[in-house]
């Protein structure tokens, strides 16, 4: 029996579509998705506090709990967002968000051997804390440079170093300045001594090897020359983009230390003795020289040497 003939023309028909065909169509629905949703949740972290991290979330799923306590830009010490400049991202106000001149010294040194350096800038790390995971590859990396062209674009310079310095690891199961400094130092983070405030940036890269109290080896040398660097980046202005538009916060008189800082989650995991020295286990960084930080006006901090991190 002869099927009977359709009403609708030929050319109007639709069209069986291929398996290759509907593979794409289903694969630009999620990068729309994806990229939507990206920016809907930068947009939103910009007035709103990150609750939580992956990285948060993995410390406490080992068990080492997760403490941090939320401390706006305008009452963090000043000498705190110096250090992170210093130690971090000297070039943090005159870059976008990547610092190619870094990046490609990293894959230089990478592509000689040794251990893995990163070249992030603190936007990169920004984006990495608030929004992605730690490790990764290339896949990570990936994401992490679209997030961090993200939030350069809709946050600014000041909401990134907030964010930075309220997110950032700083020790087994603390996260931000001011709960390192009440675990570390006995006070919060609005008013810090240039001491502590070098020693925390210090901690940074490691902070789950590292130690702010009474640091060792390349540590405490490091400290030290990042203590040197933070009037460099007051004189040049290096931290301005912070503060344009709004007064930086009051340089306060130190509040009084209690004698011994309230215990936090993480404690248990760290030995009660003083760090071992750093030449045990970096013995390339820790003979290596390291030049007085010299005094620059064109902007730019002087050569510093460049310690393990595991900001990949």
């Known amino acids: 029996m002869a099927r009977p003939k359709s009403s609708i023309p030929r050319y109007k028909r639709r069209r069986p579509q291929s398996l290759l065909g509907r593979l794409w169509k289903w694969l630009i629905r ?10 809907l949740w930068v947009l939103a972290y910009r007035f709103i506090n990150p609750p939580i991290t992956f990285t948060m979330m993995s410390d406490v799923l080992a068990g080492r709990g997760a403490t941090r306590e939320w401390m706006p830009i305008t009452e963090i010490d000043r000498d705190m967002v110096r250090a992170a400049i210093a130690a971090e991202d000297g070039k943090f106000c005159s870059h976008h968000g990547f610092d190619y001149q870094a990046i490609e010294n990293a894959m230089q040194r990478n592509a000689s051997g040794g251990r893995i350096r990163g070249g992030s800038t603190i936007s990169q790390q920004t984006a990495k804390n608030a929004f992605l995971w730690q490790n990764g590859g290339y896949v990570r990396k990936g994401m992490e440079a679209w997030f961090t062209f993200l939030i350069e674009h809709l946050w600014g310079k000041r909401r990134i170093m907030e964010v930075y310095l309220n997110l950032d690891e700083t020790g087994i199961g603390t996260y931000g300045v001011n709960a390192a400094s ?9 008013a810090m001594t240039t001491t502590e405030a070098a020693r925390l940036a210090a901690v940074f890269p ?34 301005a983009c912070i503060y344009k538009g709004a007064a930086a916060p009051p340089k306060k008189a130190m509040p009084p230390v209690t004698k011994k800082p309230r215990p936090l989650p993480g404690e248990e995991f760290e030995s ?4 071992p020295p750093v030449e045990a286990s970096e013995p390339d960084e820790s003979t290596t020289s390291e030049p007085a930080p010299a005094a620059e006006s064109n902007g730019t901090l002087p050569p510093q040497p460049q310690p393990t991190t595991n900001q990949q």
């Open 182 to 190: 009440q675990r570390y130092f006995g006070h919060d983070a609005s």
């Open 206 to 239: 490691l902070p789950k090897k590292r130690g702010a109290v009474a640091p060792l080896g390349f540590t405490r040398r490091y400290g030290n020359i990042i203590a040197a660097r933070i009037p460099i980046v007051g004189r040049d202005g290096l931290d």
């Open 30 to 39: 999620l990068i729309l998705i994806f990229v939507l949703g990206s920016i």
């Open 272 to 275: 009660a003795k003083p760090l």
